[in-house]
């Protein structure tokens, strides 16, 4: 590292922030801003780095280099030689390194003295130089290391720098490697970490660039905790604490970063984007304490557990098998903040937590733990199940707990016992030995339960293990895993444990909903030597399991066909899994121009429909598309951009089929440090639906328009344009399945990323905004799953506005691009509902506008050309119908926000058991659509397209039940929806083609 000069001015007089001497300095980062400028005597000179080596450069008369250690009457350092005072200045006895005399020194020959100097490590190559009073051994040495972590210690050393200066001393100020790493308006105490030392972070109002402070030392088994306190938080602030490692870009977030894990202020605890686990976390805010502790050191996978107030809150695992790259990591949005934190250096002790401690085990938010009666329970009016997780794993000294039932149905139905991995195992599972979870359930029939029985679940170790003590309990091997009812072994299993362990588990249900935890009675196992011989005769099975599996998951590099530039790193998984290395490692050199691709010879299946892409390193200039394509596709274009093939890319964030990228989401962009997806969401016959998926979001779905399912092959293509690329892929018979979307989860909706999502409330808001915005479901209507309606709240006043409420839509998963010998008006993309065109009165706020399916029976075996029958609902009551027939790969719910509306709630997505619309009715309008569909027929025939038919007004049907009752208010009302359906649904055609073009 060679020092920037400050070369004497040979004008003393001169101005001082001239010349070399202000370069040096402005070229110096700025410091945190809690240094005033007013105390800055020159105002266009930058503070100095907190932390920096001083080095100074300097000869006396006698040709001596250095300061001296004689102090002179007035203050000044002298030379030990010949007590020459004019090259130190006043007040620079505290710069410690000591005067030898350098004579005999010859030109280019190295100082005698520099065998004497301290802090060798920092010492610059010697720098040598003539002038008239002969050859002078200039070397740069580091006088001392300095921390200016006060404005005055600043002003301080401009004082010096400018008085050595103009004594004619060479000074240059060189930055230490630094212990941060930062980005954004963070504002940040930078001295080196110290035991007990509380660090100031903030981040100023109004702050809208990516905050980012990482420190650089990483967290090891010594330190392996950190944690911050709030100090002052907005409402819109997000904080969020993690681990990560060096190659995280500046604007990335840990946990939603490959590789890393984060906790979020919102209570969302993630590890490589994925937020899926037993453990959910909780929110923080102004005052609370939270942190991150890893508890368990792995070799391909770690655990961590995230902490607030003390507490554990969720487990999750982390990836990363590279140590060096565990950097405590926080990022900020949404000033203004105010941090206190204790990096790994500060904190003095570690956090220790029990299982036998039960405020330690971990609860969903409907589940109490009752101090008095030792009980937990779960909330009456809860929804789901409530899940309580141990903080620790089952070890050698922990083999066994033990619930005791409290609650029960009548029909003996109960609780239900477990152990599962912190989090779920990237990739997934594709083998019964190898799961992530097992557990033991009071359904009532296979297993019933009686008010004061024990449940229990453990694991057996094998003896090796047992007997070893170097040998470690939590690394990947197998174990048996045993059940107990009142200590007896009801069932026993042999499974792969993977690193870190199994947590216990307890589920709490409507039925055995209050439990009494028991983890001392029989927390050790007394004799093993039956479950030594249980685990010897599971053994076989088990381990030819695991080899069947292998063998599937297995890959060689015949197996895939690929561009020559591309280099592709394989493991072998044979005989048993090793679920870090999965992968299949693809790399393109800078040097390779053009676009390569790799295909993988196995198609996408029903069985095996995901596979997914990690991105390692990608430029902003390089181009990545993941897709399907056909075995003669060629290894130079991307998927999606010619005929029978479908690709996801990553510079424009559209999805493309057939050199088309319409439907109704627009997509999002990808890149490095993100993990994209395709599945084949609907295999229908002819055409099969593929979604897209984003860092476990849905993004949209397109067709797959292949003749042949079989060539569904995945396909990759890289463009480097000059850059490095490299890719982790995650091929299907790596996958037992992929993301779980649900239509009934409103964060699984494929949406744009302006739009956010409430999950507890159901809520999608979007800010203003001028086009409309569409939001789709990852599925689409299943009447043979119990699926077949939804529903959408009106939320915002509209009465007297411009702007309508939001709408709603049946469509297909894209535009389907008919022919027009396929023109038909009952073969539509969508059929919408938007409160327009004086139909404003026909709904209110607080009411809640449906889409419903059905299915007639006649059409019921039909797989192609199926009439259904879609139906409106305004508050549950039938206004409209409308016959269509089925799009290929089924219909999709759409919830529309055009301009003005910004928020919409989603209702219930449910099976409609008991309508209106009875049986005799369906029949009814059957028959008139096919009535309808004869003359559309003979109309076509004649040449005609038939979209120019004028039978809109046959089309839609108001549905109004005649009773005693119905008044001729309720008569209007629907009559308006009426009007509203006929006037919302109307399609343009797009140069006379039958495709709709939605708004």
């Known amino acids: 590292m060679s020092p920037r000069e400050i070369s004497p001015n040979s004008n003393k007089g001169g101005n001082p922030v001239e010349g070399s001497f202000r370069r040096a300095l402005v070229s110096q980062p700025a410091m945190s801003s809690t240094s005033p400028q007013n105390l800055n005597p020159w105002p266009r000179i930058k503070s100095l780095p907190p932390i920096y080596t001083f080095w100074v450069s300097s000869w006396c008369q006698c040709r001596v280099w250095g300061l001296g250690d004689k102090s002179s009457s007035d203050g000044i350092n002298s030379c030990n030689s010949c007590a020459d005072p004019g090259t130190v200045l006043k007040g620079a006895r505290d710069i410690n390194f000591v005067c030898r005399a350098s004579e005999g020194v010859k030109d280019g020959e190295e100082g005698p003295d520099r065998t004497a100097l301290t802090n060798k490590a920092f010492i610059s190559p010697d720098q040598w130089s003539k002038s008239a009073r002969g050859v002078r051994c200039q070397t740069y040495r580091p006088v001392k290391q300095r921390n200016l972590n006060t404005p005055r210690k600043q002003l301080l050393l401009i004082e010096k720098l400018y008085l050595m200066k103009n004594r004619g001393l060479q000074v240059a100020v060189v930055t230490m490697p630094g212990q941060f790493r930062s980005a954004g308006d963070i504002l940040f105490t930078d001295h080196p970490p110290m035991p007990g030392l509380i660090s100031d972070v903030q981040l100023k109002q109004f702050s809208e660039t990516s905050n980012f402070l990482q420190c650089l030392v990483?967290?090891?088994?010594?330190?392996?905790?950190?944690?911050?306190?709030?100090?002052?938080?907005?409402?819109?602030?997000?904080?969020?604490?993690?681990?990560?490692?060096?190659?995280?870009?500046?604007?990335?977030?840990?946990?939603?970063?490959?590789?890393?894990?984060?906790?979020?202020?919102?209570?969302v605890c993630r590890t490589s984007h994925?937020?899926?686990?037993?453990?959910?976390?909780?929110?923080?805010?102004?005052?609370?304490?939270?942190?991150?502790?890893?508890?368990?050191?792995?070799?391909?996978?770690?655990?961590?557990?995230?902490?607030?107030?003390?507490?554990?809150?969720?487990?999750?695992?982390?990836?990363?098998?590279?140590?060096?790259?565990?950097?405590?990591?926080?990022?900020?949005?949404?000033?203004?903040?105010?941090?206190?934190?204790?990096?790994?250096?500060?904190?003095?002790?570690?956090?220790?937590?029990?299982?036998?401690?039960?405020?330690?085990?971990?609860?969903?938010?409907?589940?109490?733990?009752?101090?008095?009666?030792?009980?937990?329970?779960?909330?009456?009016e809860a929804e789901n199940v409530g899940i309580i997780q141990s903080p620790t794993s089952l070890s050698k000294e922990f083999e066994h707990y033990e619930v005791i039932v409290q609650s029960v149905s009548e029909l003996q139905e109960g609780p239900a016992v477990g152990i599962a991995t912190c989090s779920l195992l990237k990739p997934t599972p594709t083998c019964k030995t190898t799961v992530d979870f097992f557990r033991l359930s009071a359904d009532g029939e296979n297993i019933k339960i009686s008010v004061g029985q024990r449940m229990g679940i453990g694991i057996h170790y094998p003896k090796e293990v047992r007997e070893n003590p170097s040998q470690s309990d939590k690394s990947q091997q197998l174990v048996l895993v045993f059940v107990t009812i009142d200590t007896k072994i009801v069932h026993a299993r042999i499974i792969m444990q993977p690193e870190g362990g199994f947590f216990p588990l307890v589920i709490l249900t409507k039925n055995g909903y209050k439990v009494t935890l028991d983890v001392t009675t029989n927390r050790k196992i007394e004799t093993h030597e039956n479950l030594d011989e249980v685990f010897e005769n599971y053994l076989e099975e088990a381990n030819r399991l695991m080899l069947n599996d292998s063998l599937q998951r297995q890959l060689k590099l015949e197996m895939m066909r690929k561009s020559e530039d591309l280099t592709v790193e394989l493991h072998d998984q044979l005989p048993l899994v090793d679920f870090s290395k999965q992968y299949c490692r693809v790399r393109l050199s800078k040097e390779a121009m053009g676009i390569h691709v790799i295909q993988f010879s196995l198609p996408l299946t029903e069985s095996r429909p995901y596979y997914c892409i990690e991105i390692r390193k990608l430029s902003e200039d390089s181009v990545l598309t993941l897709g399907l394509a056909h075995s003669r596709f060629p290894l130079n274009k991307h998927p999606g951009k010619l005929p029978e093939s479908?690709?996801?890319?990553?510079?424009?964030?559209?999805?493309?089929?057939?050199?088309?990228?319409?439907?109704?989401?627009?997509?999002?962009?990808?890149?490095?440090?993100?993990?994209?997806?395709?599945?084949?969401?609907?295999?229908?016959?002819?055409?099969?639906?593929?979604?897209?998926?984003?860092?476990?979001?849905?993004?949209?779905?397109?067709?797959?328009?292949?003749?042949?399912?079989?060539?569904?092959?995945?396909?990759?293509?890289?463009?480097?344009?000059?850059?490095?690329?490299?890719?982790?892929?995650?091929?299907?018979?790596?996958?037992?399945?992929?993301?779980?979307?649900?239509?009934?989860?409103?964060?699984?909706?494929?949406?744009?990323?302006?739009?956010?999502?409430?999950?507890?409330?159901?809520?999608?808001?979007?800010?203003?905004?001028?086009?409309?915005?569409?939001?789709?479901?990852?599925?689409?209507?299943?009447?043979?799953?119990?699926?077949?309606?939804?529903?959408?709240?009106?939320?915002?006043?509209?009465?007297?506005?411009?702007?309508?409420?939001?709408?709603?839509?049946?469509?297909?998963?894209?535009?389907?691009?008919?022919?027009?010998?396929?023109?038909s008006n009952f073969r539509l993309d969508f059929v919408r509902f938007l409160a327009i065109n004086g139909a404003e009165t026909s709904v209110s706020v607080g009411d809640r506008i449906g889409w419903g399916v059905i299915v007639p029976v006649s059409e019921q075996n039909k797989q192609e050309d199926r009439l259904i029958i879609c139906y409106l609902c305004i508050n549950l009551k039938v206004a409209m119908t409308r016959v269509i027939y089925q799009p290929r790969g089924g219909v999709y719910p759409v919830i529309m926000l055009p301009s003005g509306a910004n928020r919409a709630k989603l209702g219930n997505i449910v099976h409609i058991r008991s309508h209106p619309i009875t049986p005799s009715i369906e029949e009814n309008l059957l028959k008139e659509a096919r009535d309808l569909l004869a003359k559309e027929k003979d109309f076509k025939a004649e040449g005609k397209d038939a979209q120019e038919m004028d039978i809109d007004n046959s089309l839609f049907k108001v549905l109004v039940p005649e009773t005693e009752e119905t008044t001729q208010k309720q008569r209007n009302s629907w009559k308006v929806a009426g009007n509203v359906i006929m006037a919302a649904n109307g399609f343009k055609r797009k140069n006379k083609s039958t495709s709709c073009v939605l708004l």
């Open 218 to 267: 990483p967290l090891t088994p010594d330190k392996p905790f950190f944690f911050a306190q709030i100090r002052a938080l907005s409402d819109n602030s997000e904080i969020t604490i993690g681990i990560a490692g060096p190659d995280i870009a500046e604007d990335g977030r840990p946990g939603r970063w490959i590789n890393t894990v984060g906790y979020s202020s919102d209570g």
């Open 274 to 380: 994925n937020d899926a686990a037993n453990t959910h976390g909780a929110k923080y805010s102004i005052g609370d304490m939270f942190g991150v502790f890893v508890n368990h050191f792995g070799k391909s996978m770690s655990t961590v557990i995230f902490v607030k107030n003390g507490l554990p809150v969720a487990t999750r695992y982390h990836f990363e098998p590279d140590h060096k790259k565990f950097l405590p990591t926080i990022s900020l949005q949404g000033g203004p903040i105010d941090l206190g934190i204790m990096w790994p250096q500060s904190v003095i002790m570690k956090p220790q937590f029990s299982d036998k401690n039960m405020i330690h085990w971990m609860a969903d938010k409907d589940v109490r733990f009752n101090m008095a009666d030792k009980m937990f329970l779960l909330d009456s």
């Open 646 to 823: 479908t690709g996801y890319n990553s510079r424009d964030g559209k999805m493309y089929y057939n050199k088309l990228h319409e439907g109704f989401t627009p997509g999002e962009r990808f890149g490095e440090g993100d993990m994209v997806g395709v599945e084949i969401s609907m295999f229908d016959k002819n055409h099969p639906v593929a979604l897209f998926s984003k860092n476990y979001r849905a993004i949209g779905t397109r067709y797959v328009t292949m003749p042949d399912q079989d060539q569904m092959l995945p396909s990759v293509a890289v463009c480097g344009n000059g850059y490095d690329v490299e890719i982790d892929i995650y091929w299907q018979n790596q996958y037992l399945k992929g993301p779980a979307f649900s239509e009934c989860k409103p964060r699984d909706w494929c949406y744009p990323q302006e739009v956010t999502v409430d999950s507890v409330s159901r809520v999608f808001s979007v800010p203003e905004h001028e086009d409309v915005i569409l939001i789709q479901s990852p599925r689409p209507l299943n009447p043979d799953n119990n699926y077949d309606f939804f529903e959408v709240q009106i939320l915002d006043e509209f009465e007297g506005s411009d702007f309508p409420p939001p709408g709603i839509a049946l469509a297909s998963p894209c535009p389907q691009n008919l022919s027009p010998e396929g023109s």
